[in-house]
């Protein structure tokens, strides 16, 4: 899914959060366009950059990936 702001809904993990094969997932959401992807993963691959700086963001270690701001989802 394509959206105004130029990025995409990559793909969507079921509710449970369970990866198979490799745990739970944390659902994250960019602050600026209040999309709300299902993993780290999953924003890192819309946005076009690795997990791990989603995570950096979403912890505060950097303030943001990609020049977007990031946090855990509730």
């Not at 997932?25 to 989603?54: F, L, Q």
């Amino acid at each position: 899914v394509q959206f105004e702001s130029g990025y995409r809904e990559v793909y969507k993990l079921p509710e449970s959060g369970f990866i198979p094969g490799g745990g739970t997932a944390k659902r994250v959401k960019c602050v600026e366009t209040g999309i709300v992807y299902p993993s780290m993963k999953a924003a890192g691959e819309a946005v076009g950059c690795a997990p791990s700086t989603i995570y950096d963001a979403c912890t505060e270690s950097s303030k943001t990936a990609k020049n977007l701001h990031w946090e855990y989802a509730r």
